[in-house]
């Protein structure tokens, strides 16, 4: 297998691909789906009817049945299961929209397992219970036929909830209400790394309310056609004002209506946040959202989601795990962002490998069919972005994994196309030792808010003084972009002028960037004034060190100090009950090790603004005589943690050494690698 990556270059032609939309044309409602994948009993199924040009949302069924063990979700179109008996099933699904109903004749091959297959583990969970936003919310996630021991994972909870990767325990009390289609997967390490994988809707009501989403699927479209789709509610206490982020470019929302139209300019399957709020609640939605190149073109991600991964465990299985497309002639495949360790086929679109580095991954997969033509200008190119988390050996939820990028200052101007404006501000840890550092000569750039991307080629920036790398477009082009960046201060900032963002607000968007190898992901909130605010705007966990003082004296002499910044929607704390500790290590080995379960006391507050609780932690007086916790404080208000260890044991390497920071609050782990520089014999700093 080969991982193929793509160029700044090629990735920002990939995510502009625009095809010639041609004369618009009037709508055909249309299958997109012509068959389904094969399987074998006892094997866990999961795939997806797709249509496109609907009049209204739709509705799918089937005749006569469904093989026995497999479901069809009406609303959404996702079948799922686990087939037991063999054959070919002949069946025809309908799907119905507010104008007509149209058919698909399908053949289902099961096959009998035995030869080979993902055979055994499969999921219990169908079905997640509602939730309600400041309430307690408890569900056990379950498998059944494997052997064991189980490692369970879970993308897309509700902001707040997390899940026990050793029990599927899901618990805490969300805080942001909306519809979540949560990905769960789970690792049987008793079968051979077997890996199963499902989707389950999860419904959080606001506090005080019933308001929510009655849509559960967006309609596609096609490159060229006038698209049409609204988006409904229930519940709403007034009027309802709608927002829609990662729109398909030539697509805009009706904040009015809700209704979604346009001309799609690109083909591709994207990931859309959907906002609605009613004056007092704000909920949101994600759906995918296919765009075919042409009313002709039966091209598409055949995808909807995949396994997550464990940090050094195979993550391959049979059958492979493909990130891969349908309708297709001879396709070609190739990947931007994937972590350390992971390969993708450019062939088959087959995923492997062992992922050697936790963290989420931003990924661009494009997907090129030469439909026989010698032209290549005849090909047709689709992308499909897409996270890639890889989550610690134990498992867990995505919501519990930590992106070492903090926003310090980030707004959004809407003034209109060509008077949009962003500027941002951010901290990142990444290793910037001798030889890793990022180097603009022969590394990319990209940062993106939304559909908003600012993309540097290698050779693009100018190096400044102390170490800083700049850009500017030039004067007179618009938008006008600025781009600093600051590797010694471990800062970046970018800002536009003139621009034209797709995005409305109030509304969740997905920050992203790419800093040469290592990429980052944050989604933000921003107000009705297209402000983000630290720290009740994070919708993910943020968590770097942008401060660290570390002194070698000699064995129980050492002290080091470190500068932390922590911000997590789902931080909760009880006074000596929930349990600290500091992990430091350094190329694998331990450099400190300090646990203050009993040393540190809180108080509580509402955030009369927000609602939310705010945390104010801070240490008591530490006995010990060695490794002496002389300071522990946090404000999960404002995000600034400090940590400071006195009369400890220090083994650091000369010159540069790049330490893994791991801070336990209970049952979560938050994490981070930061390069320390010895700016003096025995004195280290995160600024060189």
């Not at 982020?245 to 030539?250: E, K, S, T, Y």
């Not at 897409?386 to 989550?391: C, K, Q, S, Y």
Request: aromatic residues 10%; glycine residues 10%.
């Amino acid at each position: 297998m080969r991982t193929v990556r793509l160029s700044v270059a090629l990735l920002t032609a990939a995510l502009a691909v625009v095809l010639s939309p041609g004369a618009p044309h009037a709508q055909t409602f249309r299958w997109v789906t012509s068959s389904l994948p094969e399987s074998t009993t006892n094997a866990a199924y999961t795939a997806r009817l797709i249509t496109a040009n609907a009049n209204g949302d739709v509705t799918y069924s089937v005749a006569p049945s469904m093989p026995l063990g497999l479901a069809l979700d009406p609303k959404t179109g996702i079948i799922t299961g686990r087939p037991e008996s063999a054959s070919n099933y002949d069946v025809t699904f309908s799907a119905t929209d507010a104008s007509a109903t149209i058919d698909l004749d399908v053949t289902l091959k099961i096959s009998a397992s035995g030869g080979g297959g993902n055979e055994g583990i499969t999921f219990v969970t169908t079905a997640l219970p509602d939730g309600r936003v400041g309430e307690i919310y408890g569900q056990l996630v379950d498998v059944q036929n494997g052997v064991g021991p189980y490692v369970y994972t879970a993308d897309n909870l509700p902001t707040g909830l997390s899940l026990d990767g050793l029990t599927g325990q899901i618990s805490g009390r969300p805080t942001a209400p909306g519809t979540y289609y949560v990905a769960l997967s789970c690792t049987d390490h008793g079968e051979g790394e077997n890996k199963v994988f499902t989707i389950v809707p999860l419904l959080v009501l606001p506090a005080t309310s019933d308001f929510q989403f009655t849509t559960a699927l967006l309609d596609n479209g096609e490159v060229g056609t006038p698209y049409s789709h609204t988006v409904h509610t229930m519940g709403a206490a007034g009027a309802v004002v709608y927002s829609a982020a990662d729109l398909a470019p030539g697509l805009a929302i009706d904040p009015a209506t809700g209704e979604i139209s346009g001309t799609p300019t690109t083909a591709g399957t994207f990931l859309v946040t959907i906002g609605a709020s009613d004056g007092t609640d704000a909920i949101l939605a994600n759906f995918f959202l296919w765009i075919l190149a042409s009313a002709s073109s039966d091209f598409y991600w055949d995808f909807f989601g995949f396994p997550l991964a464990l940090q050094g465990v195979e993550y391959g299985r049979q059958p492979p795990i493909t990130v891969a497309t349908a309708g297709g002639t001879s396709v070609t495949y190739a990947a931007a962002g994937l972590p350390p360790g992971i390969d993708y086929d450019a062939l088959t679109g087959e995923l492997s490998g062992i992922a050697s580095e936790i963290g989420p991954y931003f990924v661009t997969f494009s997907a090129t069919d030469n439909q026989g033509d010698i032209d290549p200008a005849n090909d047709e190119v689709i992308v499909l972005m897409a996270d890639f988390f890889v989550l610690p050996p134990n498992g867990g939820s995505t919501n519990d994994l930590p992106s070492n990028f903090w926003v310090n200052k980030q707004s959004l101007k809407k003034g209109g196309p060509g008077k949009d404006a962003w500027k941002a501000t951010y901290i990142y840890n990444a290793d910037r030792r001798t030889g890793n550092a990022f180097d603009p000569a022969v590394q990319s750039f990209l940062v993106t808010l939304a559909a908003r991307g600012i993309a540097l080629d290698p050779g693009t920036m100018t190096v400044g003084s102390a170490g800083k790398f700049t850009f500017a477009s030039p004067r007179g082009e618009v938008p006008a972009v600025k781009v600093t960046i600051d590797p010694p201060k471990q800062t970046v900032a970018v800002s536009t002028k003139g621009d034209t963002i797709d995005a409305s607000v109030p509304t969740v968007l997905r920050n992203t960037m790419l800093l040469g190898p290592k990429s980052y992901r944050l989604d933000e909130y921003f107000d009705v004034r297209g402000k983000f605010r630290t720290t009740s705007g994070y919708r993910k966990i943020a968590f770097v060190c942008d401060k660290t003082k570390a002194t070698i004296k000699g064995p129980g002499l050492d002290a080091v100090s470190f500068g932390l910044l922590l911000g997590d929607p789902g931080f909760a704390y009880e006074s000596g009950v929930t349990e600290l500790r500091m992990r430091v290590l350094s190329e694998g080995a331990m450099v400190l090790d300090k646990t203050f379960t009993t040393l540190v006391t809180a108080t509580q507050k509402v955030d009369s603004r927000t609602g939310a609780i705010i945390f104010k932690l801070k240490s008591l007086k530490d006995l010990a005589v060695t490794s002496r916790l002389k300071k522990f404080s946090y404000d999960s208000g404002k995000g600034k943690m400090t940590f400071a260890l006195a009369g400890t044991t220090l083994v650091l390497p000369a010159g540069e050494a790049h330490v893994t920071i791991e801070l336990q609050v209970g049952t979560k782990t938050y994490f981070t690698s930061v390069t320390l520089f010895e700016v003096a014999p025995g004195s280290y700093a995160t600024k060189p």
